[in-house]
């Protein structure tokens, strides 16, 4: 087996279990109870998901145009997908649309208290 070869079944497998992490992040959005439990299915799976497809793409292609252009696409997902889940949690919380039994320690309610 040559390199290339080898290379491109491991972008295939990657690209593989990236798809499987962002059904799973697509069955939690439709299937999770509450937002604060939809938050975590929409940002951890499927920005790992994005990451592993991604790296399995530029492990295909092998062209350093590409390369560069995915390596852009993972930093600006790593950087926005952390905001937009915060920001999710923090509307839940201001509008009272989660389950205040299951959440055990409320450090916003006390931030917000003073």
Same mark, same amino acid.
């Given at each position: 087996?040559? /390199?290339e070869l080898v290379a491109d079944y491991a972008g295939? /497998?990657? =690209? $593989?279990? @990236?798809?499987a992490f962002c059904l799973a992040a697509a069955v939690g959005l439709?299937?999770?109870? @509450?937002?604060?439990t939809r938050m975590h299915a929409a940002t951890k799976p499927s920005v790992f998901g994005l990451l592993l497809i991604l790296t399995g793409v530029s $492990?295909? $292609?092998? !062209?350093?145009?590409v390369i560069t252009l995915l390596t852009l696409a993972v930093l600006f997902q790593v950087m926005t997908a952390p905001v937009s889940g915060h920001l999710v949690s923090r509307t839940a919380h201001r509008t009272g649309q989660y389950d205040r039994e299951t959440v055990e =320690? !409320?450090? $916003?309610?006390? !931030?917000l208290e003073d």
């Amino acid at each position: 087996m040559t /390199l290339e070869l080898v290379a491109d079944y491991a972008g295939a /497998l990657l =690209i $593989l279990a @990236g798809a499987a992490f962002c059904l799973a992040a697509a069955v939690g959005l439709v299937r999770f109870p @509450g937002p604060l439990t939809r938050m975590h299915a929409a940002t951890k799976p499927s920005v790992f998901g994005l990451l592993l497809i991604l790296t399995g793409v530029s $492990l295909s $292609l092998r !062209d350093p145009k590409v390369i560069t252009l995915l390596t852009l696409a993972v930093l600006f997902q790593v950087m926005t997908a952390p905001v937009s889940g915060h920001l999710v949690s923090r509307t839940a919380h201001r509008t009272g649309q989660y389950d205040r039994e299951t959440v055990e =320690i !409320d450090e $916003l309610a006390r !931030d917000l208290e003073d």
